[in-house]
């Protein structure tokens, strides 16, 4: 992976961790991706309307497909994974997240980009799986076995944070190919592909328009940093994406798992932290390995 790339995905990496810690403090609030795609049009218009004056006229039939597609998918990422912090602790959520989704996308990316995988790929998925296990409890299972709200939680991480994982494959495959074979501008990707979505998630606001004003009073700043910071972080993977392998991108960018252990278990107060910057620690190697 050439060291731009590399340095990419590492800034990525930390303003990812840093927008879902602000996003968990949210607990969740499920008018929150509306607002944070609201102020995203908003705060990334002038480069939208920049970038996309000339090239978006051109855009053909699939294009806009697979814009679209990103879209969808995208929402679909986002409501999981805020239910996700609803009904259970960011780390356990987010790094069964971020363990599952490059695993998926890495196989993806073989099968759909023609990229391969080295032997290393083997003791990668031991690494991350091992991980996992840790992060979402590990030995503490037991414990938890005899704590049925203990249990239920984080059998509640395990579920939404593994199809959350799901969704991440799907769309980082689908937004590799437009950036790679395509060739469609990542800022333009990103930000049309939320103004597709946008319309689709109103209707959360007009069956509660006290809740949302509730929210806005609430968590306004919150969703600034949503609608600024989440695309940024994504845009300069899909850059790296440009210039190295899907297959190496993918796993490389989920050292953002090391960032959200050690600051989202303090800042948030979620126990374990000792046990779960362990499991960040193996599946971080994992990653590595995937990437080698």
């Known amino acids: 992976m050439p060291a731009s790339a590399l340095a990419m995905v590492i800034v990525a990496a930390l303003l990812h961790a840093f927008w879902n810690i602000v996003a968990k403090k949210t607990g969740g609030n499920r008018h929150f991706v509306l607002m944070g795609s609201l102020l995203l049009a908003l705060i990334w218009a002038p480069a939208g309307l920049w970038l996309g004056w000339s090239a978006v006229p051109h855009w053909g039939w699939k294009a806009w497909a697979f814009v679209s597609g990103s879209g969808f998918l995208h929402l679909a990422y986002f409501k999981v994974l805020l239910k996700g912090y609803r009904v259970s602790d960011l780390t356990v959520v987010y790094p069964v997240a971020r363990g599952t989704g490059p695993l998926i996308s890495s196989l993806l990316a073989v099968a759909v980009l023609g990229e391969t995988l080295t032997v290393h790929g083997a003791l990668g998925v031991l690494g991350v799986c091992a991980g996992v296990f840790i992060i979402a409890g590990g030995p503490s299972m037991l414990r938890a076995s005899h ?6 939680r984080m059998h509640a991480g395990l579920l939404w944070g593994g199809a959350t994982g799901v969704l991440i494959a799907g769309y980082t495959v689908l937004d590799g190919y437009s950036v790679k074979v395509l060739l469609l501008s990542p800022v333009l990707l990103d930000y049309f592909g939320n103004l597709v979505r946008l319309p689709f998630m109103l209707p959360t606001l007009l069956r509660d328009p006290p809740g949302f004003v509730d929210a806005w009073r609430r968590y306004k700043w919150h969703a600034v940093v ?5 695309p940024l972080a994504y845009v300069l993977v899909l850059y790296a994406v440009r210039v190295a392998p899907l297959s190496h991108v993918a796993p490389a960018r989920e050292i953002s798992m090391l960032f959200a252990a050690l600051v989202g278990g303090r800042m948030l ?6 046990q779960r910057v362990l499991g960040a620690l193996l599946m971080a190697g994992g990653v590595v390995l995937l990437a080698v």
């Open 147 to 152: 704590d049925p709200v203990q249990r239920a």
């Open 226 to 230: 949503l609608g600024a910071v989440s």
């Open 269 to 274: 107060g979620e126990g374990d932290r000792g």
